[in-house]
DNA sequence: ACTTGGTAGACTGTCTACCAAGTGCCATGA
DNA sequence: TCATGGCACTTGGTAGACAGTCTACCAAGT
């Protein structure tokens, strides 16, 4: 069932102010169903999204989905042509590498304030999330991989306690789980690797340090990306970055 | 006037392809309407924004001044407080700090990968931005100096090739700019040296330097901004980042 | 074969009206 | 003085309407 369920809000409250369950503005329930619709491919890069269509897919009216869309825009998952309708984005062929380098220097700059500001909580937080990662990797779990990977570096850029960093490379790496799928089996045990460097630099404050790895971290990503899109197509020079759907690739089996 | 005319829309288009003039979407001049009245002071901090008040202001309906305050929102030009309203965005105190930590890493980056894309026509762009603005300063217009130093950061971020440095330095700038102005006479000469320095290092194509006085160019900024703040208002230690105006500097005498 | 003109349908952008629920404020009362 | 109750206000969401625009398609003319 698709219908928006009257959510019980993201539950990332700090500790002490529990405030009683408010509900979600319908347009933010929308905006998350959309976006989990976008990444797991239940709505294909390039469809057309018919503002009533939403609306009676996911059980609410015009209004707070053309609001849920104009963020998508804004945030680059949709494409809102004017008199049209939205398209989902199609990425274009250096979409990826220069997210990975916003990426490079948002996470660069929040590990070396996370070395900065780490506490013991948190390296064990970070401890903790590196351990199940690699578990999950080591036993195949892509989606547990990436969802993990995708908590590490969350984790990391909030220990900075600078929000916009935060809320920047939130953004970015949505996006990238978004790219980032079919990726993360090649990079597997390595990234993880790199990942327990990581928190160690931190552990120890090492602030250059912890920001050197996260920049070859992400580099190794990027070069990753481009020798599996180099074994799947090659012989595609040409930079045409347009309607063609190319292939296709399903993670849910 | 407040009432928005039908604007002739951002005219951001490539050479070659020149698309007659479309007009924007309402809420589009909208959100550009609120964002001046917010940075020129019109819309004071911490002020209650209600919708139909703005509508009426602005000759619209409810609908496109809530889709613009919802992007406002977003970005941390407004708090949306369900049920009551909007309310300009008063900055914390760390608010600044945090945001010119982010502008440098965006910005830094921007530089290392300006410098390594610098065309000529770029450069000789950057060398006309810096002698216009340091006419500016040494005239004492403050305005034409912050709006010009706007103009040579938002360039040099362009010349990276990165839409995504671009759109997230952009969105950091318009809200420096906004905390900014009574930065900019201390600044003063100094800031256009440096970025005179800068502009020289992205000609020599010297990646890391370039990325290096960025990073100490926007350090420096932060520390003019905390010297004024202690001369300002000496005494003031307890961070209490609530509902307490302070004073409020108006440029606009 | 190619262009032009016309037609039709679909969808957005915007407006209006309306209602329910939540919030802040103020006066009342203990 | 402090809690309570109530009122006015504002948003959040729905529904319906209409103009403008975009796409596609077909037919006629060159």
Redesign the interface.
Known sequence: MTTISAGPGAGAEPAGARHVK?PQ?L?ESVYEALTEMIIDGTLERGRHLVEVELAGLLGVSRQPV??AL??LN?EGWVDLR?GFGAMVHVPADD?VD??L??R???E??SAR?AARHASKDDVAKLRDLCKVGTTYQEAGDIDGTVRTNGELHSLITQMS?????VD?AAQ?DRRVRWYYTPVAPVRGAASWREHNRLVKAISEGDEDKAAQIMREHTEHTRKAYHDLQAATEPGTAAPDADATPRRRRRTTT
Do not use: T, W, Y
């Open positions: 408010r503005p347009r053309r609001e104009q963020r804004n004017p979409e220069q997210l380098a916003a490079a220097a948002l660069s700059e304030l306690g600078n929000r916009f960093l920047f970015v």
